[in-house]
Antibody, heavy 122, light 106 residues
Framework: QVQLQESGPGLVEPSGTLSLTCAVS?????????WSWVRQPPGKGLEWIGEIYHTGSTNYNPSLKSRVTMSVDKSKNQLSLKVSSVTAADTAVYYC???????????????WGQGTTVTVSS | EIVLTQSPATLSLSPGERATLSCRAS??????LAWYQQKPGQAPRLLIYDASNRATGIPARFSGSGSGTDFTLTISSLEPEDFAVYYC????????FGQGTRLEIK
């Protein structure tokens, strides 16, 4: 079955760039899925960061768009997320998930990674 | 930006009771709405997609309804494992989440 595994540095300095990867197993990243990133600050709710298709097409949350870059590495079957100019407000658990689109129908995000915690601090 | 408002913020019920959770959108999202359950230290779990379709493996006691701006998640008879935080998410324009409803044991 599809499995997702996030990884990356747990600590990032303020004004730096947060870089995470999500390893995808059980399915080719070039399948029909879109791949999403979601984050959750400590004790707070979920925030959609954006999504990417294997062709490189992206949709970003407008509130983060200027600082976010998503990409796919087909050779490694993995996704990556970069968030630049980070502040303490970017401290969160970061999740990757698959987002099921079938034509114009959206079937939610049914597979999630376990999440990786990123703290922004000097 | 579409804002999703969930109510109540906290719902206190006993096992066996019926739970009704609400999600209201600031503008129509058609049926581009999903519900998730999240337990402490775990990733969210998809319960309902397309407003009313149960995801694979989700028990029949979970049901979703609504379209446009008003949506409801109903748990017909609460089991002990159902006490968690529930989020709605729209994917009509971008992918915003509601702030969550905490379902706690009374």
């Amino acid at each position: 079955q599809v499995q997702l595994q996030e990884s990356g540095p747990g600590l990032v300095e303020p004004s730096g760039t947060l870089s995470l990867t999500c390893a995808v197993s059980g399915v080719s990243i070039s399948s029909s899925n879109w791949w999403s990133w979601v984050r959750q600050p400590p004790g707070k709710g979920l925030e959609w960061i954006g999504e990417i298709y294997h062709t490189g097409s992206t949709n970003y949350n407008p509130s983060l768009k200027s600082r976010v870059t998503m990409s796919v590495d087909k050779s490694k079957n993995q996704l990556s997320l970069k968030v630049s100019s980070v502040t303490a407000a970017d401290t969160a658990v970061y999740y990757c998930a698959n987002s099921l689109w079938f034509g114009s129908r959206w079937d939610g995000m049914d597979v999630w990674g376990q999440g990786t915690t990123v703290t922004v601090s000097s | 930006e579409i804002v999703l408002t969930q109510s109540p913020a906290t719902l206190s019920l006993s096992p066996g009771e019926r739970a009704t959770l609400s999600c209201r959108a600031s503008q129509s999202v058609s049926s581009y709405l999903a519900w998730y359950q999240q337990k402490p230290g775990q990733a969210p779990r998809l319960l309902i997609y397309d407003a009313s379709n149960r995801a694979t493996g989700i028990p029949a006691r979970f049901s979703g309804s609504g379209s446009g701006t008003d949506f409801t998640l109903t748990i017909s008879s609460l089991e002990p494992e159902d006490f968690a935080v529930y989020y709605c998410q729209q994917r009509s324009i971008w992918g915003t989440f509601g702030q969550g409803t905490r379902l706690e044991i009374k």
